[in-house]
């Protein structure tokens, strides 16, 4: 299936309320984040779940809360889920949720995959995934992860064939501001890839690169997740606002 043209990342791994009032962090709370931001013109959902004291969460019973929720809520979205590790979970532990929970779409750093060095686990992983027809969008986050793709799909450990890539332009961290001209460099890094590919970005510089990405043939990831900022610098009020943002310039 293809990535959505807008997918919504409303939460991530990090941000709480004292970032942002608006920040989901309850399957209700994303619920309806994700209603009004789809009304707003998102057609994904790349969601986060947090466990009762608001940390994030690989469980696999509250993604499958999550999941059906969505399921009834927005019947057909796509419902991607996550196996980041945000300095909490090993790589086992990320392996071990998408066996268990064997979700349609997923998300999985691919850097995060290779830090225990098991390289035959993570091949098996890929292989699960594609004999159960999960899709797995491989998360780069820079110019080595970009070489580490590519040189394992030459090896077999990343299959061969259509994938799917999320860039990711910057870093978490206070000030970071993503910088729209790097947007065709990271682009051409994997040109010639049978690839579907999205970006996401740091801080008020956001909408413009994810304008950018869409202009060069890939699709944006956008929401509180990874910036809170209109381009002019105010804090946006909710996530559909950052959505209702992009699609306007559309």
């Not at 989901?24 to 994904?44: C, F, N, Q, S």
């Not at 077999?156 to 332009?169: F, K």
């Not at 043939?217 to 610098?233: C, H, S, T, V």
């Amino acid at each position: 299936m293809r990535l959505p043209r807008i997918m919504l990342a409303p939460n991530g791994a990090r941000r709480t309320k004292a970032d942002h009032p608006r920040l989901p962090m309850t399957v209700a709370e994303l619920i309806e984040e994700t209603r009004m931001a789809v009304a707003a013109g998102a057609d994904g959902l790349h969601a986060h779940v947090r466990d009762a004291e608001g940390r994030h969460s690989l469980d696999a019973g509250l993604y499958r809360e999550l999941l059906a929720e969505t399921d009834r809520a927005f019947p057909g979205l796509f419902v991607q889920v996550t196996t980041e590790s945000a300095g909490i979970y090993p790589a086992a532990r990320q392996r071990a949720l998408v066996r268990d929970l064997k979700p349609r779409h997923v998300s999985i750093a691919l850097r995060e995959m290779l830090a225990d060095g098991e390289t035959g686990q993570t091949a098996d992983l890929f292989a699960f995934c594609a004999d159960e027809g999960i899709d797995v969008q491989h998360i780069l986050y820079d110019e080595n992860d970009c070489r580490d793709f590519l040189r394992l799909r030459d090896q077999g450990v990343v299959p061969g064939g259509p994938a799917q890539v999320l860039h990711v332009l910057g870093r978490y961290s206070e000030a970071q501001v993503s910088d729209p001209a790097e947007v065709p460099r990271r682009a051409a890094m994997l040109a010639g890839q049978a690839l579907d590919w999205g970006l996401c970005a740091f801080g008020r510089n956001e909408t413009a690169c994810l304008l950018e990405t869409l202009r060069q043939g890939g699709k944006a990831r956008i929401g509180f997740e990874n910036n809170l900022q209109q381009p002019d610098g105010s804090i946006a009020e909710s996530n559909a606002a950052r959505v209702r943002d992009l699609a306007a310039r559309l």
